[in-house]
């Protein structure tokens, strides 16, 4: 496996590093082996369960057998089959939609119809180590497929045979049959290749943020420590959201969004604090001022009215947190801080300072929160002029997650965007704080079942397609964001969609297929050898009588990158006359260009003239979208 679906030629060697025996094993020290450790926990997070090098767990993740010593280590029937998904390419490739999309020229948002597997693959050469935060909200395998697909469970026979507890006569192969797996075991193997994937996409300072309730919870904590390491667990937040009065014993009101860095100790060592504003500062500021109306300077009778008014309020009330501010003097409410004294000489001196309100407005967000599920539902229906969906996410609930943990330039992925609330909550977010957010977001074209009430709304609203919904609610929000005081730049997003490669395989002789688009295959080289971002501006230039496609990066950092793709013959005068440089990249067929061309540009542009060559066999071929969602490559 892991066959390259083109072959870089001209690769550099790098010679004589090799010589000199003065590799990590020859020369070890402690700092050498913590530096060895340190990559290797990068690379595999789920061989450090607790923080330390456990071997069994290396094996595991390794795929190799190790059956002298027990390790702490997450495993279920299918295991294998998720590694194998996590590894092995995609032959997929993703096609720009221009009619489609709105404001092609101007976005950098970008919403992808796909399964997010194959996708998130694609992306990995253009998008690692990118994003600040991932979100996910998958189905949480709830059993009751009402809108999307909600049951991963197989019938029981069928997992007993898969899990190998009983043979093909069905003779049991052990004393003790479980068949509980069955419901777990292949959303588990439906996600693990999913989160590895998004790992390659986080910055170092990244953040995967997923959301999930009782059903899976307990699975995802296992599996998150797989993938990212348990030592990376942030924390969860309990989103408490409606009370429903049907319950026979307790009264389930919350769900999860579960926090993993990518690198928990890297935002220690930075020094990352994510603040919110408390609540209850505004009424505490109002009280404030009504008393200074009524009092003027007379700050000790401010400070008792104060008081009394705190003690007034109920428990919960949000300014109650406040209370301990209830001093007051020309500039607000303080306390009295003592502080520790400096030496031993001023020990009895009881060093006393005023901590006051205004300077204490955030803190970190509490890991509890109320906000009724209900609302979103009610916001989302009015925007689309009818009831289409249940329960897609609350965009402020979303906006306070982007506003803690991202900020001006940062990258944002959903990859079960559902109805593409991430999108919309990005964008209101930016508003909100003038800032320029990106986001890029992934979603199956699954089709509505008719049969279900729920579903058969999306249905009659007119959309195919999940996909359809969340990209016409996208289009809904822009215009109304638009609509009112809006001052950003103009909203938009570009569509992609994901489709079967189209590089050609073994016994084809050529390396594209017969009659496939040239805009298309030439965005599938940029992406796949390229590097190229989905948000890349194309020019279609004219060199020689050829065809040349010239990609340009939307980074200010890459603006002296250039990125040429030519699929058709490409001869030495057009070589001479694209005159590309040592910093640009060259993409062409490698059946197309002649010698001479090669031979010359072989020596301008070092490792970046690359050449594209038919696939061979072992690659495989796009699956088409299963509801179902595993065993899609
Ligand atoms: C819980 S919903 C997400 C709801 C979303 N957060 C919202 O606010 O509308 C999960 C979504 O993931 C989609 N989905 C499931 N498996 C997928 C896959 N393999 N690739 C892409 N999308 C998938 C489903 O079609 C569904 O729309």
Redesign the pocket.
Known sequence: MGVPLYQAELEPVVKGELAGGDGPGANETADARAELLGRLRELLPAAFPDGQLDSGALYAALGLARPDKPSFSFSWPGVDRARIDARIPTAATLVPDVDASVNWDITRDILIE????QVLKILKAGYSGSAKLIYM????NTGDTFT??DDYGVPEPHYLRTSGQINEPDNATTSKLESAGGKHAPWLT?MFP?LAAARDLLRRDGVILI?IDDNEVHHLRLLLDTVFGAANFVGSFVWNAERSGEARLISKVHDYMILYARDLQFLKDKDIRWRVRKSGLDETYGKIEELRGKYGKDFDTIGQELLKWYDSLPEEHPSKAHEHFSSVDERGAYFCEDLQSPGPEQADQGLRVKSYLHEHEEWAPGSVFYQDRRVATKTFNDLMGREV?DY??NIDVLGRMINLITGEGDLII?????????GHAVWKQNQADSKVRRWLL???P?PPKVTLKASSRVFAAGYGT?FDLAADRLRRAAQQLQDGTFTGPQLGFRIFRARSTNMAVEPERVPVIEGADAAAVAWEAAIKAGGTRLDARVRELDVDGVVVYQFISSDDSDVDRRLFVSLGEFSLATALELKPTDTDTLILRGDKAEDAAIRTLSSQLSSKLILLERVPREVLGLTAWSAA?SG?S
């Open positions: 796909g399964d997010n597997l909200d998958p189905p949480y999307y697909h439906m999913r959301s969906f897609p996410k959903d990859a079960f965007a559902g109805s593409g609330s991430t992934v979603q199956a699954e999940f969602g899609v």
